[in-house]
């Protein structure tokens, strides 16, 4: 059974900045892609990054609200893939999922079926 955990979520003020986690556990592969998305209280949940792992994680998506900030990475060595965020700022305060498409090979679109449970960035000015 596939399960992805996020971790890694927490409190910061603004200008800080926090690593996210996202281990992929019941699946022997990468994948395709994974991604990064957010929701915070009514709002519609927004995608902030996808990462190719089918292209060992060189081919990336950022949304305008993050590009420049935000920073997503493959960690062989833990298996997980990481959101790097920096100089964050109130608004980015949310509920974070990954997710990933666990189809072999490389696609450019990215399908995902694989939701994980969230973690929760708070950040205060």
């Known amino acids: 059974q596939v399960q992805l955990v996020e971790s890694g979520g927490g409190s910061v003020q603004a200008g800080g900045s926090l690593r996210l986690s996202c281990a992929i556990a019941?699946?022997?592969?990468?994948?395709?892609?994974v991604g990064w998305f957010r929701q915070s209280e009514g709002k519609e949940r927004e995608k902030v990054a996808d990462?190719?792992?089918?292209?060992?994680?060189?081919?990336?998506y950022y949304s305008d609200s993050v590009n420049g900030r935000f920073a997503a990475s493959l960690n062989y060595a833990r298996n997980t893939v990481e959101l790097e965020m920096n100089r964050l700022q109130p608004g980015d305060t949310a509920t974070y999922y990954c997710?990933?498409?666990?189809?072999?090979?490389?696609?450019?679109?990215?399908?995902?079926?694989?939701w994980g449970q969230g973690t929760q960035v708070t950040v205060s000015s």
């Open positions: 997710a990933a498409d666990l189809r072999p090979g490389f696609s450019s679109s990215c399908e995902y079926t694989y």
């Open positions: 019941g699946f022997p592969d990468w994948g395709n892609c």
């Open positions: 990462i190719w792992t089918s292209t060992g994680g060189g081919t990336q």
